[in-house]
């Protein structure tokens, strides 16, 4: 069984950088791929990045590309979201979940079955 834990969650201005973990028991980084989501206040559950088995290779919604990246460290297996340049739309709680393999519509948090209780971030004007 999945089991996901993030940290790294806060409070940061605008401009500022926060890096997020997240790691967990029941799948490695060599069997699954990583993905990020974020909800914010009264919005669904959208993908922010995806990270595929083993760490190769990596996907940035629109939305983030340029600013966050996520990268992995199989020893620890644990899986970082880089995030700089943070903007109030930011603002969000952050969760991970894991998936055997790519699929297209990674970034649909229907595709996913693991949560974990996410962490906040909140980033002020």
């Known amino acids: 069984q999945v089991q996901l834990v993030e940290s790294g969650g806060g409070l940061v201005q605008t401009g500022g950088s926060l890096r997020l973990s997240c790691t967990g028991s029941g799948f490695t980084l060599d069997n699954y791929a990583i993905s990020w989501f974020r909800e914010a206040p009264g919005q669904e559950r959208e993908g922010v990045s995806w990270i595929s088995r083993g760490t190769t290779t990596t996907y940035s919604a629109d939305s983030v590309k340029g600013r966050f990246t996520t990268s992995g460290d199989k020893a620890k297996n644990m899986i970082y979201l880089e995030m700089n340049i943070l903007k109030p739309e930011d603002t969000a709680a952050y969760f991970c979940?894991?998936?055997?393999?790519?699929?297209?519509?990674?970034?649909?948090?229907?595709?996913?079955?693991?949560w974990g209780q996410g962490t906040l971030v909140t980033v002020s004007a």
């Open positions: 979940s894991v998936r055997t393999h790519y699929i297209s519509s990674w970034y649909r948090p229907a595709e996913y079955a693991a």
